[in-house]
């Protein structure tokens, strides 16, 4: 279908060893300097600051990490832990934890901490994803490396791709996908395909490990460009695949088994569950035309933000790029893979809009193919504005394409000046500009000088607000302390305790977690009952605490009053954490 040896493009020239990996070793070079550069805050402030768009999840993704090193050096279950959410624990596999990663990892986060393993991820995740698709372009549907270079450019550094490198590994390091697909071609191609067959098993269990929502949503853009191609060539495709059935049969059957392990704790192992309901809207139809606010453009024209938070901004094409996305797409309306690669972006644009159309955060009643989607098993799980970054490989192909014609079949040198300021105006405002970061605040000392083990044995810290997915200061003390203690609450996906085997945010909450989060939020004392007294006992029974604690916080001596009620005993000021010895 994209490979040099169809008829879609003419056969690429094999050159030498030198002249091949020249341009390669300058690409990785180039998009490694920009992602260094762009992540160059968070380099410069490991320790001491944070992604500042990342909300909670750098916390919980520098706890994965830590956690997981844990796992490896003390030969503990890598699936599971209970050192939050004491005493249900969090199912690994069922989180984002990117073992595929967290696991290879292990020396540089013993060695360097899990802050630096956090930004390795993000910068190796932006450089590998770009070098990737330029290895699968320059492999098979563009001569040119030039060409190929600014195909892999637009992928790995997509306005979508940077506002996930705020705080999701998992939606930056992609870097596998394009070699899947390229394995997989070379299959449909008739090449080794015993020999690949292996290679595509092994890299799909690897990208299991990495990121199952991201593996599943570029299966569903290849199947859809696969069926676009097909109409218009199924001779073709028809060929591929009867080629590619005992091949492509035979990785699967090596994916499963390496990965039937992870996936059955993922599904039945402790702590699973069946499916997440974001019940969250798609992309805004506007979010489509918008220019990215992490963007030059966004800097100098700041406009309001309609995505769901600056770690979503999925879309923020501009409408500059869009009209080049269509204009390449007039210019190779005759070759087949252009077209399939153009309605899959019209698709997955649609796609991305979840069930209803909202214009403008204006929803419009009208219905979407998301309704219909957002039933079917597994997709119900993937957040529907996030189907738009398989776009951008799509249009990246387009735009490469065309510029591989003008540098490899020079014609009107019009044409050239035309395409090349098109492009321009297209790309540079939407050129990323490096992430801000923002101080993390210091570990309490009740916590950081060891004070903590006078009073815990064996059961867990309760801190309060209790844990929960907006306020999960609490993993990076766990982090920052060695991991040596459990705690009560947390963020992580869990099951919510609904009969259908939907999971939710955080631990299920308990009573007292939830009066507790209210005084937290509005400083605003109770009165409490009997009833509620009795209930904070049996909820610290649960939790198994040792001690509680309220450190420096907001409204930090409402919560002390209301704790001190709740206990029925006053609290011991220890460097300004108030602490209760419930043992």
């Not at 099951?495 to 007292?512: L, Q, V, W």
Request: hydrophobic content about 50%; aromatic content about 8%.
């Amino acid at each position: 279908m994209t490979t040099g040896t169809t008829a879609d493009t003419e056969p690429e020239s094999s050159p030498s060893p030198k002249t091949s990996r020249r341009p390669d070793i300058l690409a990785a070079a180039v998009y490694t300097a920009l992602s260094v550069l762009i992540l160059h805050n968070q380099w410069q402030h490991l320790r001491s600051e944070y992604l500042r768009f990342s909300g909670q999840d750098q916390t919980m993704w520098e706890w994965f990490f830590a956690v997981t090193a844990r796992s490896v050096t003390h030969l503990e279950n890598p699936f599971f832990t209970d050192l939050q959410n004491a005493p249900d624990g969090v199912n690994m596999m069922a989180n984002t934890a990117m073992l595929g990663l967290s696991v290879p990892l292990t020396p540089i986060t013993l060695a360097f901490g899990a802050s630096t393993t956090f930004a390795l991820a993000l910068t190796l995740g932006l450089a590998t994803t770009a070098f990737g698709w330029y290895f699968l372009f320059s492999r098979t549907v563009v001569q040119s490396r030039a060409a190929a270079g600014l195909g892999g450019l637009i992928c790995g550094f997509a306005p979508g791709m940077i506002s996930h490198a705020n705080a999701h590994p998992n939606f930056v390091v992609l870097g596998v996908l394009p070699f899947i697909l390229y394995v997989v071609l070379r299959i449909a191609d008739g090449e080794r395909p015993r020999r690949n067959a292996v290679v595509l098993g092994l890299l799909v269990a690897w990208q299991v490990l990495l990121g199952e929502e991201p593996l599943l949503i570029f299966a569903v853009a290849v199947l859809l460009l696969l069926v676009l191609y097909g109409v218009q060539r199924p001779r073709e495709v028809g060929a591929m695949v009867a080629r590619s059935a005992l091949p492509v049969l035979g990785a699967a059957v090596l994916t499963a088994v390496l990965v039937a392990v992870p996936l059955w704790w993922q599904f039945l192992g402790a702590q699973s569950y069946t499916h997440l309901d974001h019940n969250l809207p798609g992309n805004d139809l506007v979010s489509l035309i918008q220019f990215p606010p992490q963007s030059l453009w966004g800097a100098a024209f700041p406009m309001e933000d309609v995505a769901l938070n600056p770690t979503e901004q999925n879309a923020y094409f501009g409408i500059p790029l869009l009209l080049v996305v269509v204009a390449a797409a007039v210019v190779l309306r005759r070759r087949p893979v252009a077209v399939a690669a153009f309605v899959s972006v019209l698709v997955l644009m649609v796609m991305s809009l979840g069930v209803q159309l909202v214009v403008d955060e204006t929803e419009t009643g009208i219905t979407l193919p998301g309704e219909y989607l957002d039933r079917l098993p597994l997709l119900q799980s993937v957040l529907e504005t996030r189907f738009v970054l398989a776009a951008v490989p799509a249009m990246a192909l387009l735009l490469a394409m065309v510029t591989d014609e003008l540098l490899t079949r020079p014609g009107s040198r019009r044409h050239a000046v035309v395409w090349t300021g098109a492009l321009s105006l297209a790309l540079v405002p939407l050129a990323p500009t490096p992430l801000p970061t923002a101080d993390r605040g210091e570990t309490p000392a009740f916590l950081a000088d060891g004070t903590w083990r006078e009073y815990v044995d064996q059961g867990s810290i309760l801190t309060v607000p209790v844990p929960n997915p907006g306020t999960a200061a609490a993993l990076r003390w766990q982090v920052a302390t060695g991991l040596e203690y459990r705690i009560a609450g947390g963020y992580f996906v869990g099951p919510s305790g609904m009969a259908d085997g939907e999971a939710k945010y955080g631990a299920i909450d308990r009573p007292t977690a939830k009066l507790l989060g209210t005084v937290g939020r509005t400083g605003i004392v109770p009165t409490l009952s009997d009833q509620q007294r009795a209930t904070a006992r049996e909820d610290l029974s649960f939790w198994d605490a040792d001690v509680v604690m309220v450190p420096p916080t907001d409204h930090q001596d409402e919560l002390r009053d209301t704790v001190d009620d709740l206990l029925g005993q006053g609290a011991t000021d220890i460097d300004g954490t108030y602490v209760w010895d419930v043992r």
